[in-house]
């Protein structure tokens, strides 16, 4: 079906305080558009982007829900309609942001009440999910939060790999949620079940690949 072929190009944004990037699809051949992630500071630049490309955002998809990835999701979702959607275990930080925070933020988080959560089965640890461009595939991958998620798109061969990953490093622990073991289990279990050739799109920092990662990424590298 045409629907399973539709093509999307990828505008990414840093911003926030901490430098946090999303990805903004944007169909090439519809005009429609997702946003994987909402820090504070890129409802501008994300909605200068649809305008000017005529789309409408149809979905916010979160890879977890610290505060620096969904300072803008209300925002967004306000002005555009938008269906969130949040693993159910960091749901609690997206509808009380502001008790979640680890230290005081000089700006005020809108909590978000209306979303729809992943239907990830335990069972395999992922799930498929039907986006404006053809089915993506949505693997739990806890450790850095309880309800970190991995976007997949293997069609593509790209992977949004939130703060799971990072190019030369992973995403941190010693935070409310987090678990080291735990994350170093969902990336060799999980992730590294993809091949050398997909492109990793992370929270923070440059792209890298699965391959790069695999073969030089010193937390993965060591013997265990």
């Excluded at 429609?32 to 890129?42: E, F, H, K, M, Q």
């Excluded at 200068?48 to 505060?67: F, K």
């Excluded at 269906?83 to 008790?99: G, Q, S």
């Amino acid at each position: 079906m045409a629907y399973f072929r539709r093509m999307y190009e990828i505008l990414m944004f840093t911003s926030g305080p901490v430098e946090t990037n999303s990805f903004l699809l944007l169909g090439t051949s519809v005009k429609t558009a997702v946003l994987i992630d909402a820090p504070p500071g890129c409802a501008e630049v994300v909605n200068t982007a649809l305008v000017q490309h005529g789309s409408s955002l149809s979905d916010i998809y979160l890879t977890h829900t610290h505060w620096d990835h969904i300072g803008d999701c209300y925002s967004l979702q306000e002005r555009w309609k938008s269906n969130v959607w949040v693993h159910e275990a960091d749901t609690y930080r997206l509808t009380n942001p502001m008790e979640h925070t680890i230290w005081p933020l000089p700006f005020v988080i809108p909590a978000v009440d209306t979303y729809t959560t992943y239907d990830i089965r335990e069972y395999h640890g992922s799930t498929s999910l039907q986006s404006p461009f053809g089915p993506l595939t949505v693997l739990h991958t806890p450790g850095h939060t309880e309800g970190g998620v991995c976007i997949i798109d293997e069609t593509h061969q790209r992977a949004y790999v939130g703060d799971t990953l990072f190019s030369g490093s992973i995403g941190r622990t010693d935070l409310p949620g987090g678990d080291y073991d735990e994350l170093i289990e969902s990336i060799r279990i999980k992730l590294f079940t993809l091949t050398d050739d997909v492109v990793c799109y992370p929270g923070h920092g440059p792209v890298t690949t699965i391959g790069r990662e695999r073969r030089s990424n010193p937390f993965l590298t060591v013997s265990v």
